[in-house]
């Protein structure tokens, strides 16, 4: 059973730093990429940013230029390191694996979430 692990979170003021992580526990056949998900309770999850395979790496907007996603194959494990952090990046993350399975078919596992708090 995979299941996807997160930690990093908390309470940061603005201009902080924060570096969340998201670990797999158990056997994923193939890793197609690995995304960084947010939501407030006023808005619907949005995507951060993803990096693929392959290393290739896409942003929203809004955290171009403060937010680096990276990777670690051998320990299956996608990083999200966020910096000149602002009150309105307040929100729980996500992280999300997206994969093949042996038998060729997707399939989507997700993190439980951390808060992330930055105060003004």
């Known amino acids: 059973q995979v299941q996807l692990v997160e930690s990093g979170g908390g309470l940061v003021q603005a201009g902080g730093s924060l570096r969340l992580s998201c670990a797999a526990s158990g056997s994923i056949f193939s890793i197609v990429a690995m995304d960084w998900y947010r939501q407030t309770p006023t808005k619907q999850r949005e995507l951060v940013a993803s990096i693929t395979s392959g290393g290739s790496t896409d942003y929203a907007d809004s955290v171009k230029g403060r937010f680096t996603i990276s990777r670690d194959n051998a320990k299956s494990t996608v990083y999200l390191q966020m910096n000149s952090l602002k009150p309105e990046d307040t929100a729980i993350f996500y992280c999300?694996?997206?994969?093949?399975?042996?038998?060729?078919?997707?399939?989507?596992?997700w993190g439980q979430g951390t808060q992330v708090t930055v105060s003004s």
């Open positions: 999300k694996f997206r994969t093949h399975r042996a038998d060729g078919s997707r399939y989507d596992y």
